[in-house]
Structure formats: C-alpha cells, structure tokens
C-alpha cells in the first residue's frame, strides 16, 4: 500500500511537470515563430520594397507561416481591409493574444507602409530585437522548469525508493 502511495505521488508530480512543459513549449513555439515571421518580413520588405501585403502573401505561401493564425487571419481579411487594419483585427482574434510578445506583435504591424522605407526598417530592427530577447528569456524560464521538474522527479524516485527499504 505503501509503495503504490509513493508510486502515484511520484507519477503525479512527473504528470503535472510533463503538462507544465508542453504548454511552455508550444508558447515558445508562438515565440520563436513570430519572431522568424517578422525577421522574414523585414527581409522581405527591405530587398523588395513590396507592399505589406504582397508580403504577406509571399510568406503564407511557407507551410510555417501557415501555423501562425493572425497569418491566415490577416490574409482573409486584406480583401476587405488596408493591411494595418487586417493584422490588428486578426491579432484581436489570434491565440497570441495571451503572449509577453503580443504588445510587440500589435506595433510591428503597424509600421509597414506608414513612414519611409527607411524608418520603417529601423522601427522593425527594433522591435525585432525585442522580440527575440522576450524569445530567449522564455526559453531560458523553459530550461529552468525543465531542471526543476527533472530534479523533482528523481527526488521522487529517491523518496520512493528509502521509503521501500
């Protein structure tokens, strides 16, 4: 009776981390992909000096762009609104909305097509770089539930063996 006590505890605590880390991971999914989305973009824009959104229509094209829902959102919605219009009212929709990163996401949208290509350049090469330090720090916070989780887990393991013996 025991051992199954310390057993399902031990299997609890290795549940609850193992759902703790896939929620992180698919967050950090939403991150990591973001950022590449708008870093392409910003290539985009700045070798074609294309409108954003044929840019827009370029990227959808990549089947991960594809997974990032205000994509398919503000596609669908370019036909009836000018692209700054599209991306916030796809962004209000989207699953990003509960991300550090969504602030950032809402003001890249904004700047292509608003001020010289220059600025606009600029503007993106900030936010970009603020993107990707929000990106790193939650991979960072991963990595340390990561360790804690795996030290929790062969605490458990060690628990349940003295408490065996």
Known sequence: MRFLGAASLALAVLMIGLSSIQTELSRQ???SLSTAFWSEF??????THAPPGEILRRLSGFARYRELDFVSGTLQ????????????LALEQSQVRSLELYPLLCQAGEIPGTVSLEHQLEQLDALLARMREITSAHQQ?????LRLWHSLSVFG?????IFLI
């Open 141 to 145: 916070r991963i990595d340390s539930s």
């Open 42 to 47: 910003r290539r985009l824009l700045a070798d």
């Open 29 to 31: 999914s939403l991150y």
């Open 77 to 88: 919605l370019l036909r009836e609104h000018r692209f700054q219009e599209a991306y916030r």
């Open 157 to 161: 393991a060690l628990f349940v063996f």
